[in-house]
């Protein structure tokens, strides 16, 4: 079984803060984990993944994202937060298949100016 | 450039009026997903199709079906859509056993039912 928990269903940060989303995965088997963007009445963009590969992952946008095994943890990071972040960001975790994943609740981010 | 495509984007329909989903894809992608997604909530899978074989989730509605003609394209069928069936309907595909690690997603059909 997996199983993804993101602490904190909204964050509210300052344009030019720091962004932090938290993701902690329950999972039997090396997994592989996902950051998705969801922007009102689209579907999901891939931000980055983790496929046991460097355990410090760089996505599209300024994001990135470090895998850390000993806290069943894998944290979405961005140095500096613009307007156009404001979205809804989903943590997903898989077993080798990365179609069939299990998502986070979701963690709607808001940019104050 | 459009990879997966989702019509129509927006569907309406009469609570217990069958209604169908288009998803198709341009990536020659093997596996073809169905998530579920209600307002405010995460994405859940539905069930997928591995080439021609078609795997449902435990919880899905009978209400669901779906079709699958070609590699290209899949449907998703609403065989009498209730009111519980408001949601975004989201298609991906991925390219399993392949070096499959990501999945694409397509822009996603709201469906109102009413």
């Known amino acids: 079984a997996q199983s993804v928990t993101q602490l904190g269903s909204h964050v509210s940060v300052s344009e030019g803060a720091l962004v932090l989303l938290r993701c902690n995965y329950s999972?039997?088997?090396?997994?592989?984990l996902f950051w998705y963007v969801q922007y009102p009445n689209q579907g999901l963009q891939l931000l980055l993944k983790y496929t046991s590969a460097a355990t410090l992952v760089k996505g599209i946008n300024g994001f990135e994202a470090e895998f850390k095994k000993s806290e069943t943890s894998f944290h979405l990071t961005k140095p500096s937060a613009h307007m156009s972040d404001a979205a809804e960001y989903f943590c997903?975790?898989?077993?080798?298949?990365?179609?069939?994943?299990?998502f986070g609740d979701g963690t709607t981010l808001t940019v104050k100016p | 450039d459009a990879m997966v495509i989702q019509n129509p984007r927006y569907q309406v329909t009469q609570f217990g009026k069958p209604v169908t989903l288009s998803c198709s894809q341009t990536?020659?992608?093997?596996?073809m997903y169905w998530y579920q997604q209600k307002s405010s909530q995460a994405p859940k899978l539905l069930f997928h199709y591995y080439d021609k074989d078609f795997n449902n989730e435990a919880d899905t509605p009978d209400n669901f079906q779906s079709r699958r003609p070609n590699t290209s394209f899949c449907f998703l069928d609403i065989r009498s859509p209730g009111l519980g069936d408001t949601a975004m309907y989201l298609c991906?595909?991925?390219?399993f056993g392949q070096g499959d690690t990501e999945a694409f997603f397509g822009q996603g059909t709201r469906l109102t039912v009413v």
């Open positions: 997903a975790v898989s077993h080798a298949n990365a179609g069939k994943s299990t």
């Open positions: 990536l020659n992608h093997n596996v």
């Open positions: 999972s039997s088997v090396p997994p592989y």
């Open positions: 991906a595909t991925s390219s």
